[in-house]
């Protein structure tokens, strides 16, 4: 893409040796995108007097602060760079008001088309191969029936048999939150009662990984 279109991009990372090597794969290809950087690599803030950023990468490991804090403390495009593969670490980075979560151990060519999806403005989840919480770049199970993140996480511990109460508490929501939210579950899936939900769930890599397997 011409230079002026470049995708500008930020490392919130006070590791030098990972933001280097984050820095070695964007400069990699510079005809795509090009690296803003600062003195430390760490982007805290949206200071009026740094360079223009399209997307940061936010590093959830080694951050200062909550990934909700920090997007809305900067303007840019946030995409979650996480050491986990869980879906509740999808959901809050997600609902924190990220564009993306990507598994550290992501291809260098996924890790590019993600940050060029989030540019054209979609919303990007990639796990490590495995979890059965994601089927390629920005989707999440039952994305295309219109679920959002949190109605799939929910349904995904409806279908390992988990009771609304153990919902409640895994998903930080009241047991209400939860009750109010398995009709609009249904609806979209298309299903009328718990058993069939969990039939659809378990035939749609709808469940969680397993938390007790070894």
């Known amino acids: 893409m011409p230079r002026r279109d470049r995708i500008r991009i930020a490392i919130a990372n006070d590791h030098p040796v990972v933001v280097r090597g984050l820095a070695a794969v964007v400069r990699a290809h510079g005809d795509r995108f090009v690296l803003v950087p600062s003195a430390s690599g760490l ?4 200071a009026p007097d740094r ?3 399209d997307i940061v990468i936010y590093d ?3 951050a200062s602060r909550p990934v909700k804090d920090y997007v809305a403390a900067v303007g840019p495009r946030v995409v979650v760079l996480g050491g986990g593969s869980t879906w509740p670490a999808v959901t809050a980075a997600l609902e924190a008001g990220a564009a993306g979560y990507l598994y550290k151990g992501i291809s260098e060519a996924d890790l590019l088309a993600a940050l060029e999806q989030v ?3 979609e919303h990007v989840v990639a796990l ?3 979890t059965g919480r994601a089927r390629g770049l920005g989707n999440w199970p039952g994305r295309e ?7 799939a996480e929910i349904l995904a511990w409806h279908c390992r048999g988990l009771t609304d109460d153990a919902i409640a508490a895994t998903v930080m929501l009241s047991v209400e939150a939860v009750q109010a939210q398995l009709p609009e579950i249904y609806r979209k899936i298309g299903v009328g009662d718990r058993a069939q939900a969990v039939a659809f769930g378990t035939s749609h890599d709808f469940l ?6 070894g």
Do not use: K, M, N
């Not at 969680?208 to 397997?213: E, G, I, L, V």
């Open 43 to 46: 982007v805290d803030d949206a």
């Open 51 to 53: 360079a223009p950023v």
């Open 60 to 62: 959830d490991f080694v």
């Open 119 to 121: 540019h054209a403005g």
């Open 128 to 130: 490590a191969p495995g």
């Open 145 to 151: 029936l219109g679920l959002s993140p949190r109605e």
């Open 208 to 213: 969680p990984p397993d938390p007790t397997a």
